[in-house]
């Protein structure tokens, strides 16, 4: 008997390397049939977590997928659709939706497919058998095409069991060509004046670390990468920006000239830097260096910073790196010697770990800088965890842990070796210091309530550890006698980064 429908999505996905799925159970039996009998099915207890999930391992392996139900199930899963979108990461969501004769605006939880049209490159519906394995191919080879990002198949209950009547060999994906040559004919000068060269996803994904390192080396720039840039390093001692910190971070090291490669918009660089000489050489990041003919655009440009250089000499001062000393700040710093990867939620500590860390590997930070959703960091923990069967640091806040504390139970059933660190001041501390910005004080609406987390801890088995100093490398070493659960206790009004949110 041939392959139906559900099977034939999942040998698809197999072909393509992926070895687990998160989702929710829905309501379609078949659809969990092909799931349980072909992959590895990673049960979470929310959609929106289920799609970070997805996300991140799409992001170390190169796709990722989810399963959610009709409705509910799919609207849930929005943000982080849109969360995949902005990061450009490769996902497939697979949504199981009414019978094709169902649809109407009386129907009993039917959400048009085409909500997720705004948040996916692109999206379909499985309503006949007639090219249906092509369609499946084609929206795979969308979601790992030059520009990274989410795609949705939409499977009625009533299609998933169908047979499918020839089968035929199963699709690859077309491979670019990424190779990017070192560019030979740049010529060492010496550089006069502090110049930074600030370096954006493109970059990464377009396989010219390289290049820059060449080019890094040669001009001896100092190299900052943007978050936006996939938590990716391209040398120990790069120093990672935003652009809410690019002016301080240009003050404190006394940059003179910032060179742009591979971001999504350099403008706010120029507009925060009028001081400085911005020189952009980006091109569209999720094409640059991607095939080869764009590795002549960027060797022009390098040329041209090249000549800048010569033509504006000044002398370089010698900057070292200023010392950490708020709590969050030597937590953020000490928390590059954690044995693994670090994940980090949207909050007012973010900033501490993008301007203190130093990865000691090229992915080992990770952090969401598309939809910047709270909560992320747990769900991406999970992915993170399963896509590379290694120890996982989740950084969250109260209000993260709050939005996302059911994914426990996901990391408890599959004893997923995931850490917490959770730096606690009762309340949605980002949201509190945009208030006193604004308003000069902060309203109610901020405060969350006290709660006991130790006894959270103990009941999905973590080793809890309350900390009102920082936490130092030794923790965070120590953290192979089983998941840890860090409590770091701070007070935000100290906390001061140099800049407005």
């Known amino acids: 008997m041939g392959r139906n429908i559900a099977e034939m999505i999942f040998d698809q996905l197999l072909s393509y390397g992926i070895k687990h799925v998160f989702l929710v159970p829905g309501d379609d039996p078949c659809l969990h049939l092909a799931i349980e ?4 099915p990673i049960i979470m207890r929310d959609e929106r977590a289920a799609a970070f ?12 997928c989810f399963v959610t139900s009709h409705g509910p199930g799919m609207t849930n899963s929005i943000t982080g659709l849109a969360a995949a979108l902005l990061d450009k990461d490769p996902v497939v969501a697979i949504h199981s939706c009414l019978p094709i004769n169902k649809h109407g605006i009386n129907s009993h939880s039917h959400v048009s497919p085409e909500i997720t049209h705004a948040v996916t490159k692109s999206f379909t519906v499985i309503d006949k058998v007639f090219g249906a394995k092509e369609n499946v191919c084609e929206e795979i080879k969308k979601a790992r095409g030059a520009s990274y990002g989410p795609v949705s198949i939409h499977l009625p209950f009533d299609m998933s069991s169908v047979i499918l009547e020839q089968e035929c060999d199963l699709s690859q994906v077309d491979e670019a060509e990424c190779e990017v040559q070192i560019i030979d004919t740049i ?26 390192n060449d080019f890094i080396s040669k001009v001896k720039a100092y190299p900052f990468a943007s978050m936006a840039g996939r938590g990716g390093t391209l040398c120990e001692d790069e120093l990672f920006v935003s652009r809410h910190n690019i002016d301080h971070m240009c003050e404190k090291y006394n940059i003179d000239s910032i060179i742009a490669l591979g971001l999504d918009d350099s403008e706010g660089l120029k507009i925060n830097n009028q001081k ?29 910073i090249i000549k800048y250089i010569g033509d504006n000499k000044k002398e370089r001062s010698c900057v070292f790196r200023e010392k950490s000393f708020h709590p969050i700040e030597v937590s953020a710093e000490n928390s590059a010697h954690y044995p693994g990867y670090v994940v980090v939620d949207t909050g007012l500590f973010r900033h501490a770990w993008g301007s203190k860390f130093i990865p000691r590997f090229s992915t080992q930070l990770q952090v969401s800088n598309g939809i910047s959703s709270i909560g992320w960091a747990l769900g991406a923990s999970i992915g993170l965890s399963v896509a590379t069967n290694q120890k996982v640091l989740a950084v969250v806040g109260d209000g993260s842990l709050s939005m996302s504390s059911s994914e426990l139970f996901s990391i408890m059933q599959y004893d997923l070796p995931v850490d917490i660190l959770l730096v606690r001041d009762n309340s949605y501390g980002m949201i509190k210091r945009l208030e006193e910005e604004v308003l000069g004080s902060h309203t109610k609406l901020t405060n969350l ?14 080793k809890h550890s309350i900390f009102k100093d920082s936490i130092s490398m030794n923790d965070y070493t120590a953290c192979n006698m089983g998941r840890r659960f860090y409590e770091l206790r701070v007070d935000y009004s100290t906390y001061k980064f140099g800049h407005k949110l």
Request: hydrophobic share 35%.
């Open 187 to 212: 010529e060492e000068k010496s550089v006069n004046g502090n110049i930074a060269v600030v370096v954006g996803g493109g970059v990464k994904r377009g396989k010219c670390e390289g290049l820059v």
């Open 53 to 64: 999930a997805a996300q991140i391992y799409g992001r170390i392996k190169g796709l990722g």
């Open 37 to 40: 009998n072909s992959v590895a």
């Open 449 to 462: 309530c006290s709660l006991d987390y130790k006894r959270l801890a103990n009941v999905f088995k973590f």
């Open 276 to 304: 400085r000489r911005v020189i952009d050489v980006s091109d569209e990041p999720a094409v640059l260096g991607v095939k080869e003919k764009y590795s002549g655009k960027i060797e022009h440009g390098l040329k041209k």
